[in-house]
């Protein structure tokens, strides 16, 4: 069918979809009215066999003549049928929009009424991109029953969360027919029970396909007035017997339409082509085919032929056992077929005789004899795709027990090649089901090169377990991850948190979309640092500045892979993979302090509360990983710690953990014992660590002390006087970097001495109280009109000091020089230091203006304002030490509670202010004095200035001239000297009790806090110092402007543009004087040091008391399931003993009920058990009681005594006994002369022929008084012998003749004749087992052990119970299949058979299955007569029909039901023939 097509949602088609907007239609309205068609029916074909309900004529359609259109046409009197296509016609649907189930509320589901015949790719059109699903991964469509059936609980929870974890794992769609009924309930009540439990923001699809024409009150979903659609559509199910609701947990529906009304199965095939199209289509993310499954639940013939045409397309069908119907004979077929390899070059299944036998039984019972041969050779044919079906049983323990398993392993097995399998293993997280595949090593070097799309899928969809694997298989991942790929990654997974950053960090170049570009920045923004990490990814690589040098061929592209996905990782928030990242990448340390950096950010720009729960935890967990690592590392090997902590990471724009740790503040890290040990080290320099402080301290006073008093380490850097660059670190021998001479020099010595940081510190200190000092004295002392030399020396002093910020703020690492302010402005003391020294420059100018008193005034003020602020930088350096450091700390934390704390005095402050002065002073003047009055009496009453006297009145005056212009002060109002002094009270107690005890409590709080990690407060305050006064210039202020001069020579010398020279050689900070070849190796063993950690840290989980119980119950399920397995295979062991052993017993065992004496046996012949089936009222009276006999027999431990003798008293053919009924002693005969090929010249035993009871023309004749040749002739045996009307065929084979006698196929008995059988040779006989399944109280079949219980019908009497005989020997071939009908009169009834019931009953009478057919082992056999049985088996599965069933047995008491077990009250005979119906249909007997 051909239609117009409509572009997709893209940007190009924006301003075609403005055009629908402005003509108020949306683009899915749009699309629909002209793609989308319906049919109806035009030709109006009058059935003749129908009419309405009221009287009116109906199309063949299926609607009354009134319900069609305007202008329908007759049909000519020609026209007998009514054909679809012929007399119907396609218009627009009328039928779409949104449905709303009013009776079950929620979401509006998504439906459209279309043709039969619309185009599968529009169909799939409108899914992906109007109704805008996308594409799936896996189309899982549901078949089977469409009626209403029973699972039991535990399958049906087993059904609906396998179902629901396989979906969302794989982001499947689910395919059914939409009715709320049968399968399609059960999969609508799992999506729904799915999306409660787990509150998904986007709902699972689930599609149903439905014939238009089949809905209920599918008028309410048509728009008679427009072709607008519905929006919604209101939608009530109402109570009808034809058409079927639509299921309200589906959440779109497409309904077929053909033109005609009531007409089940006009979808499926609409439905097979577009499950065709859509397995044929492309996934949106890896280019796969979509995968079709299909999952069988019950179902009827229709449903097996819709599992074939599944199976003959290659897709491969889950079949849900033990829902019953279809799903009951594919897994009996499937779990009985046997392999055939008659065909070497091709493996087929076949079933045995026996098997087919059971089957088509099972199917003439499900389904009837019309679909026998049908159903039968639909199910051999999809034995022939035998891989392509899974049977999913919950109850098997070695097999699949969870469905979304079931159906992984369906998918994985149609797969022909191990990179697809590979590629859906990981989508549907099932890697475990390729263990054949994974670990074969033929798999790996046959697909090495198509292994970077897996790899990459398994990295995109956080399979970590899967990625470990290809680790460890040894892939290269710099030779895989290009550039494409990585931009793929970031492309692909744009949602959430990322998704807001890239797009806030997304450059207005004209671009749609993400570039790899905006992610560098955002790692930028998160990081807070400088280095290029995509450098090599992007389209103009950066170099690198480094020790003078740009080193761009310095950084192999492929030794970076791991550092891109470990940041991708770190954005998307995938912990697990993060870490598997960072431990195969060079300085895992930096990764992980980078890590915590990065997530830090985020938790700072998301607003969700289970995200930035999930954040700060993995925040935690990187500080964790960090730290442990530092620690074991340090605890293994000191030097090569120091290495870890300051050697230059490349990956990260040659930078290292502790310059790192200390921008980013992390007082963790810094707080560790190795961090502290290079503190240490670098405080002092070459100096001796273990110098004392007082010691240095002198020499700084007098440093020609530090020759005798001082002892110098000598390290040699591999540096010029500058620093020696990369290429001469290269051309160095020798990979140790640390190399020590026997003596130190004194030019080194003093070298040493000036340029230890504790040096440069004690000078510094020394310099700026000197500074202090030469302030106070100025302010104090000589600071007149003119200006002095001294003056002259603390302004040049404070010009070195703003120098001095300078080059601080230059030499910051940041690229850019907006970021070295932002960096350099971050700690509070260099924000203290600019504005003091601004306010000191202030104060310099104010100074140098012309001189008046004014100027000189204010001048005087603000430097001594700023002399304050400079005196408090003197709090700083006590930062140092250990005590006080963490008190400054302290301070700092209380200012900031202080302003808080003074937010909210201040309201009580003010608020009783104006209401005292309003009170007291009333109509005050608008001034600046008011208001200073207003605020400053409040705010000292605070502090005890309470002016208690003002209450008094005394010396005040009234005038208002007086009081106005300060002459005397304003007397109070009478009222306000009773009023205010009540709230002066009320106002003290919460100002200085209240308030000023919450003050307490914050000040407290923060004490204990900063108290509680002082280790940590006063590492970082001290590595905070170290680092500056490692980087300071050896001289102080004011000499250290000639550093500054020199730096800015240089600067314009070299012609440096870029300002890199100014702090190039200062860059250093935490450096470590390691080149590249030892840098190596320094990594290598820093990620040997991160496995350990993280096998160390596995092991500490597992051994601790969550872990021990972790581990415990991973046991403890291990065990559980193996006792589950072994018991299983123990029962099928134990299982196939007492079969053996039963039959066994039965061949051996002389039959108790068959041995009852001549006479008896006589009297029994005269009345054989006749099975009649009749409609009796009393028959339930009878089971009622035979149900309370059969509840004490199962109750009971063990059989009645009587019953165990028939089970143990035993004759033995061949052995001296008696015959049954009689005093005559067998032959005796020895095992070896049993059979009658063996020669045996002394055999010579008795004969014994009974008195025959039957009659004259029936009766036998007597042989032995027979000539010979007249014997011979007497009786025809192999065959139906017409003159006695006698079945003379065996069993067992070809009978043998003798003289006229024939003999016993299974040989000599020690007795000839003919016994106390009627018959000579064979004497047939028909035993029939009725059974149904036993029933509880809510309908549900009983099981045990998982399996399902039996019961069978028997007959009773004289404390007996056995199966119903009939003697067959008059049937030909031994027909004892059918049993014996006789339906009494209705007089005899009160209820008389109606015609489908009699039809019901005649079926069942035919259907018996064969379940024996062979010579029985009886006590009553002698040499020329004996027993062959047949027995059938007839299984009425809810006892609809059996119920009706009456024994007539004379001696009998009736019939009733007994729970087949191997405890049912029969005879050892009776038991196997139940034990063989309880195996064939796969019952419990035990």
């Known amino acids: 069918m051909s239609s117009a097509k409509v572009e997709p949602l893209t940007s190009a088609s924006k301003p075609f979809h403005k055009i629908i907007a402005l003509h108020g239609l949306n683009y899915e309205t749009h699309w629909i009215r002209g793609n989308i068609k319906e049919r109806e029916c035009s030709v109006f074909v009058e059935s003749q066999l129908k009419q309405s309900s009221q009287g009116e004529r109906v199309c063949q359609c299926g609607l009354a003549y009134a319900d069609h259109a305007e202008g329908i046409t007759e049909a000519g009197p020609d026209t007998l049928k009514y054909i679809p296509f012929a007399h119907s016609k396609s218009t627009p649907t009328r039928a779409f ?6 009776e079950y509320g929620g979401h509006f589901k998504k439906y459209v009424r279309l043709d039969v015949d619309t185009s599968p790719k529009d169909v799939v059109y409108l899914l992906t991109d109007v109704w805008e699903l996308g594409k799936p991964r896996v189309l899982l469509s549901i078949a089977g029953g469409a009626k209403f059936f029973r699972l039991s609980k535990h399958l049906r929870d087993a059904f609906c969360q396998g179902l629901m974890r396989f979906v969302h794992t794989t982001d499947s769609w689910i395919f059914t027919s939409g009715f709320q009924t049968g399968v399609n309930q059960y999969v609508g009540e799992a999506v729904r029970d799915y999306g409660i439990m ?57 309904l077929v339409d053909d033109g005609t009304n009531l007409k089940y199965g006009v979808d499926i095939e609409f ?55 279809a799903t009951d004979l594919v897994t009996y077929a499937y779990e009985n077929a046997t392999e055939d390899h008659t065909d070497p070059n091709k493996t087929i ?29 639909c199910i051999t044919e999809c034995l022939a795709y035998f891989n392509l079906i899974t049977i999913f049983d919950v109850e098997n323990a070695n097999g699949h027990r969870e469905l979304d398993v079931a159906i992984a392993h369906a998918i994985l097995k149609a797969q022909p090649e191990v990179v697809t399998r590979f590629k859906f293993a990981l989508i549907m997280d099932k890697l475990d089901l390729m263990e054949d595949d994974v670990y074969s090593r033929e798999n790996w070097l046959d697909n090495w090169d198509q292994l970077d799309e897996v790899l990459l899928m398994a990295i995109e969809l956080n399979r970590v377990e899967a990625v470990k694997l290809f680790l460890d298989r040894g892939i290269n991942m710099g030779d895989r991850l290009t550039r494409d790929k990585l931009f793929r990654l970031y492309k692909n997974k744009p949602d959430g948190l990322l998704k807001t950053m890239l797009t806030s960090c997304k450059k207005d170049d004209g671009r749609e979309g993400i570039s790899l570009d905006d992610v560098e920045k955002l790692i930028r923004e998160l990081s807070g640092d400088k280095f290029d990490v995509l ?24 030794n970076k892979p791991y550092l891109h996905l470990f940041l991708w990782s770190v954005l998307l928030d995938r912990q697990e993979l993060a870490k598997l990242f960072s431990t195969n990448e060079e300085g895992p340390t930096l990764s992980a302090l980078v890590a915590q950096t990065i997530l830090r950010s985020m938790l700072e720009r998301t607003s969700d509360g289970q995200l930035k729960a999930t954040i700060a935890r993995h925040i935690e967990e990187w500080s964790l990983i960090a730290n442990g690592v530092l620690n074991l590392a340090f605890s293994s090997n000191v030097e090569r710690t120091q290495g870890v902590l300051l050697a230059y990471n490349y990956l990260y724009g040659f930078d290292n953990c502790m310059s790192y740790a200390l921008r980013k503040e992390n007082k963790d890290f810094l707080a560790q014992p190795a961090a502290q040990m290079v503190l240490n080290g670098m405080w002092r320099g070459n100096i001796k660590i273990d110098t004392p402080l007082w010691l240095i301290f002198l020499c700084v006073l007098c440093p020609f002390l530090m020759f005798p008093l001082l002892t110098f380490d000598k390290v040699v850097n591999y540096r010029d006087k500058q620093r020696m660059n990369i290429r001469k670190i290269r051309e160095k021998e020798g990979s140790s970097t640390l190399k020590r001479k026997k003596g130190v020099s004194p030019l080194e010595k003093i070298e040493s001495f000036f340029s230890s940081p504790v040096v440069i510190f004690l000078y510094n200190v020394l310099s700026y109280i000197a500074f202090l000092c030469l302030y106070a004295y100025i302010l104090v002392v000589d600071f007149n009109a003119d200006v002095s030399n001294a003056e002259i020396v603390l302004i040049v002093w404070g010009v070195s000091l703003l120098t001095e910020e300078i080059r601080q703020i230059l030499m910051r690492p940041s690229s850019a020089y907006l970021d070295k302010v932002k960096s350099h402005y971050t700690d509070v003391w260099n924000v203290t230091d600019t504005m003091v020294i601004v306010m000191f420059f202030i104060g310099v100018i104010l100074r140098l203006v012309p001189r008046n008193d004014d100027t000189l005034d204010a001048a005087r003020v603000v430097l001594a304002v700023t002399f304050v602020g400079f005196f408090l930088r003197l709090l700083h350096i006590c930062s140092i030490h250990k005590q006080l450091g963490p008190k400054m700390v302290m301070i700092g934390n209380m200012i900031v509670d202080l302003l ?34 207003l605020v400053s009496k409040s705010y000292w009453n605070i502090y005890g200035e309470l002016g208690l006297e003002e209450f008094e009145g005394e010396g005040c005056t009234d005038d208002r001239a007086v009081w106005i212009n300060g002459s005397q002060p304003r007397c109070p109002t009478d009222l306000g000297k009773i009023v205010v002094p009540i709230l002066l009270g009320i106002y003290m107690i919460i100002a200085n009790v209240l308030l000023l005890n919450l003050l307490i409590a914050m000040f407290s709080y923060t004490f204990s806090k900063v108290q509680d990690n002082t280790d940590r407060h006063w590492c970082y305050q001290r590595c905070l110092l170290v680092e500056e006064f490692s980087n300071k210039p050896i001289y102080v202020p004011p000499l250290i402007i000639l550093s500054h001069l020199k730096l800015l020579l240089k600067y314009f010398l070299s012609g440096c543009c870029d300002g890199s020279c100014l702090w190039g050689p200062y860059t250093n900070r935490f450096d470590w004087p390691g080149h590249r070849p030892y840098y190596r190796d320094v990594s290598r063993w820093e990620s040997m040091i991160a496995e350990a950690y993280q096998q160390q840290t596995l092991q500490q989980e597992a051994e601790s008391a969550q872990g021990r119980v972790k581990q415990t119950n991973t046991t403890l399920e291990e065990v559980l399931h193996r006792l589950k397995e072994l018991k299983q295979n123990s029962q099928a062991a134990e299982q196939k003993i007492k079969d053996m052993e039963l039959k066994m017993s039965y061949l051996v065992t002389s039959d108790k009920y068959h041995a009852i004496g001549q006479d008896s046996y006589q009297k029994k012949r005269k009345s054989d058990a006749a099975i009649t089936i009749g409609i009796l009222s009393s028959e339930r009276q009878n089971e009622n009681a035979c149900d309370q006999l059969a509840e004490t027999s199962n109750t009971s431990e063990t059989i ?93 084979g070809s009978i043998e003749v003798r003289d006229g006698f024939p003999l016993n196929p299974m040989g000599r008995t020690g007795i000839r004749g003919r016994g106390v059988f009627s018959r000579w040779g064979p004497n047939h006989f028909s035993r029939s087992i009725v059974t149904r399944w036993k029933l509880l109280d809510n309908g549900a079949t009983e099981t045990v052990n998982g399996k399902p219980v039996l019961e069978v019908l028997v007959v009773s009497g004289s404390g007996r119970h056995c199966l119903p005989e009939t003697d067959a020997s008059n049937l030909p071939d031994s027909e004892g299949g059918h049993l014996q009908l006789e339906i009494p009169d209705s007089s005899q009834n009160d209820v008389s058979p109606g015609k489908s019931l009699k039809k019901k009953l005649k079926r069942f009478q035919k259907k018996g299955v064969k379940l024996y057919d062979d010579y029985l082992n009886d006590e009553r056999n002698t040499d020329n007569a004996w027993v062959e049985i047949v027995t059938h088996h007839f299984h009425d599965a809810r006892g609809e029909l059996a119920k009706y069933l009456a024994l007539k047995n004379e001696g009998t008491n009736g019939s009733c039901w007994l729970p087949i077990s191997q405890k049912t009250p029969v005879s050892l005979s009776d038991l196997f023939f139940i034990h063989l119906a309880a195996q064939k249909m796969v019952a419990y007997f035990q």
């Open 535 to 558: 450098g090599p990814y992007l389209d103009n690589p950066p170099r690198h500045m480094f020790e003078g040098e740009w080193v761009d061929d310095f950084l192999p592209v492929e």
């Open 97 to 102: 929009g949104d449905i709303d189930f009013v």
């Open 900 to 933: 808080y704390f003074l937010v909210i005095l201040m309201v009580f402050v003010i608020s009783y202010a104006v209401a005292a002065q309003s009170i007291l002073y009333p109509n005050s003047p608008l001034s600046w004095r008011t208001a200073r009055q």
């Open 198 to 254: 787990t509150s998904l923001e986007k709902s699972l699809v689930t599609v149903g396909i439905a014939p238009w024409g089949c809905i209920q009150s599918a008028d309410t979903l048509v728009n008679k007035k427009s072709t607008s659609g519905l929006y919604p559509a209101k939608y009530r199910q109402v109570k009808s017997r034809k058409r079927v609701p639509l299921d309200p947990n589906h959440t779109h529906f497409l």
């Open 349 to 377: 299944r076949c079933m045995d005789e026996s098997v087919v036998s059971t089957l088509k039984s099972m199917i003439g019972y499900e389904y009837g004899e019309k679909q026998l041969e049908r159903s039968f050779n």
């Open 1200 to 1292: 009645p005594d009587k019953s165990n003798a028939d089970r143990t008293e035993t004759r033995v053919v061949g052995i001296a006994s008696c015959y049954p009924g009689t005093s005559i002693t067998r032959f005796p005969v020895p095992d070896e002369k049993i059979k009658w090929q063996e020669p045996f010249e002394d055999y010579n035993p008795e004969t014994y022929n009974a008195v025959d009871s039957l009659p004259g023309s029936d009766a036998e004749p007597d042989l032995d008084k027979m000539q010979l040749d007249e014997r011979r002739k007497a009786l025809s045996f192999n065959e139906y012998d017409a003159k006695f009307g006698v079945n003379r065929t065996s069993a067992v």
């Open 271 to 325: 439905r097979s082509k577009l499950e065709t199209l859509i397995s044929e289509t492309k996934t949106d993310d890896y280019c796969m085919n979509v995968q079709n499954v299909t999952i069988l639940m019950e179902g009827g013939p229709q449903s097996l032929m819709s599992m074939l045409s599944q199976l003959e397309s290659g897709r491969p069908v889950v079949v849900v056992k033990g829902t019953g119907r």
